[in-house]
């Protein structure tokens, strides 16, 4: 608490943030800013959090500072106008997303994020046009091939949509959201085998994405396999830790971080608990840049 580093604060601030200490968040969030009043990723993560809390007041004033310290900043333009969405200002909203283009070409989520407004408001051919930039950047951003299929399924064209959604895996194959919906889109269709497969070729992707495990379990649910369910069961306990708090050496998983051993079945562990521990360490590396969200949680 006593660092003066902006940066290192900014770092406990996410850390208690995580843990649900928010008020001690707050606090380290402004000593991060005292340190340092041009850190905009502090000033980001501090908005982001008030967002979070219902805070709209605060979170838009710290949102106007972000911008005036750093307008090339495309995230922020991103959030900032994402909680204006969220909050049914589609007007200003639009403007914001609109400054944030022009101020940030080439930050695709911003035009994704825009995208997903113009859907919701039923305006297709804008989400259309703007989704379509997204991907004229970037063919690898699968959230945005995520969000162009939901605009042709919202239109009930859900055969386009698996189209888009298989376009989507060839130029984004590591991207567990796609098989996902891909996966679900199947199920809807009663292709149980193919569902299941792409399911599983999402698990291969990513073990660590939680949603691909509960469709696939109301798949097997669907069909009555019990058998199925047992062993999905019994990899997703082979991956996730029930207690978040557990300390890692007292779990079977985290103690291969510790330990290591020259058998096969160990190597195998450690590699699982390597997986995870990169994948928490981007997680909170990002945590306050969250806003980049699909259409799918809509």
Known sequence: R??????LLLGAALCELKLGNEERARSLLRDSLRADKHHVQACHAWASMEVRAGNTQEATTLFEYGLEIAPTYGSLWCAYATMESRLGRSTKARALFLKGVKQCPNHNALYQAWACLEMRCG??????RLVSEALTRDKTNGKAWLVAATIEERQEQAGLAQLILQRGLEHAPHCPQ???KLGGM????????????????GLE????HAPLYHSLAELEARVCNVQGLADLHRRASNIFNPNALEPPATSTLGATIFHKSSSTSRTSTSRTS????SSTTTRHQNYYNNNNWSEEEK
């Open 205 to 208: 992707v990513d073990p660590t």
């Open 274 to 277: 390597s997986t995870r521990t």
């Open 186 to 201: 199947l199920v809807s269709t009663s292709k149980i085998q193919q569902a299941r497969e792409t399911f599983e070729r």
């Open 2 to 7: 006593n660092s003066t580093s902006s940066q």
């Open 123 to 128: 305006n297709f051919k804008s989400a259309k």
């Open 178 to 180: 796609l098989y996902d």
